[in-house]
């Protein structure tokens, strides 16, 4: 396993550091620091599209669709120094880290020319259409469904926890386009436009006080018989693939996030005092040496990629952050005391950093799949265990 990066992906970092935090003190200082999903959604659409200008939008992408062909070492560094410069969350994630490499692997050359540049422009602003009422993170419930008519694709249904519907063009549906069939079979993939009189978006309030996630209807939805990606009744396939995207770089760049995270708490700690309790000393520690640990295993991961193969240990990532963050939330809560349970927002509902992370961070053990079903990915596909007995739809 390599533990560093060799001198010319070195020379990367400080070109797109350099790049990043020009950018992040001059135009878009504005945008610094922001952690929230749902802040100043028009200043970050614009700087999807200012990253776009100078190819930084989507570096793993080939160059013809507004890439750079960056290594996945490259594409691990610029998320590390993304963080580090304190770039806020992407507006277009799902679209630069899910949909586009999706299209890349199973679309036609017309899907390609017409979605993956609007994507890398950030015209397209994409989320997704898989969580329903009664699947959540079994996809083989769902039950929003979808027809042919002349040439459009009809859809009626229901999609929950559409993360950050209300500022998106573009949606992607996983819906039964066979009414026979049952579980993974029958489903079909497609891609819808979200602006029209068929499509209609209910916030759905967190804990946070914010509204990040959504409900989403879909009342004869249309859209065109041509946005579909790959075979009709063959979205499974498609649909698990894309997850698999979810789990891969997307997420090796985040112990820089976790990082800031981190220091924020120590910081807290020491200005409060509570860094001299040995106990909160030892949590600290703790903290870091589990991040430490996730470092070691994102450069596994990059290594076992790097050389053309794959690495079962990977399907034990997600788990890991999840609890280890879930853990640090908790932590942040230990440090403030009292202090952490007040709003210093004047009569909004609304909170600081600290208690932020601990709210938000109740769900990291549930979204992009729970740890429930984390555990069976572990046993089925990395330890090769037997399939755990599934209940079939009706």
Not at 151 to 174: R, Y
């Amino acid at each position: 396993m390599k533990l560093g990066f060799t001198e010319a992906e070195e020379a990367f970092r400080v070109e797109a550091a350099t790049w990043l935090t020009a950018a992040l003190t001059g135009p878009f200082a504005d945008v610094r620091g922001v952690t929230s999903l749902v802040e100043m959604p028009e200043r970050r659409r614009e700087w999807e599209k200012y990253l776009a200008a100078s190819r930084w939008s989507c570096i793993g992408w080939p160059a013809q669709y507004g890439g750079r062909d960056a290594t996945l070492a490259q594409q691990v560094i610029f998320a590390e120094e993304y963080a580090r410069a304190g770039g806020p969350p992407r507006l277009n994630h799902l679209g630069i880290e899910l949909i586009g490499p999706t299209i890349l692997a199973y679309g036609t050359d017309e899907q390609k020319a017409r979605f993956l540049p609007a994507i890398a422009n950030g015209d397209h602003i994409w989320c997704q259409g898989y969580s329903e009422p009664g699947a959540g993170s079994d996809l083989g419930g769902v039950r929003t469904k979808a027809w042919r008519e002349g040439g459009d694709w009809v859809i009626e249904g229901q999609k929950v926890w559409t993360s950050l519907a209300q500022f998106c063009d573009w949606i992607f549906v996983i819906a039964r386009t066979d009414p026979e069939s049952v579980g993974s079979k029958g489903l079909s993939f497609l891609l819808v436009p979200m602006d029209q009189d068929g499509v209609t978006v209910r916030n759905i309030v967190q804990m946070t006080g914010e509204s990040e996630f959504n409900e989403t209807f879909f009342d004869a939805a249309r859209t065109d018989a041509a946005n579909i990606l790959g075979e009709p009744g063959q979205g499974w396939g498609v649909a698990m693939a894309l997850l698999g995207f979810e789990r891969g770089v997307s997420t090796l760049g985040q112990q820089m996030g976790f990082r800031n995270e981190l220091d924020d708490l120590i910081e807290a700690a020491r200005a409060n005092g509570s860094a001299g309790d040995p106990v909160i000393r030892q949590k600290i520690a703790q903290a870091e040496i589990g991040l430490r640990l996730m470092r070691y295993g994102a450069l596994r991961m990059l290594t076992a990629s790097a050389d053309g193969g794959s690495n079962p240990a990977a399907f034990t990532y997600k788990i890991q952050w999840a609890n280890w963050r879930q853990s640090l939330g908790e932590l942040a809560m230990e440090v403030l005391g009292q202090a952490g349970e007040i709003s210093d927002a004047h009569g909004e509902y609304a909170f600081s950093r600290l208690p932020h992370l601990f709210l938000y961070s109740r769900a990291d053990t549930i979204y992009g799949g729970t740890n429930e079903i984390q555990r069976n990915i572990i046993a089925e596909r990395a330890l090769g265990l037997p399939r755990e007995a599934r209940t079939r739809a009706k």
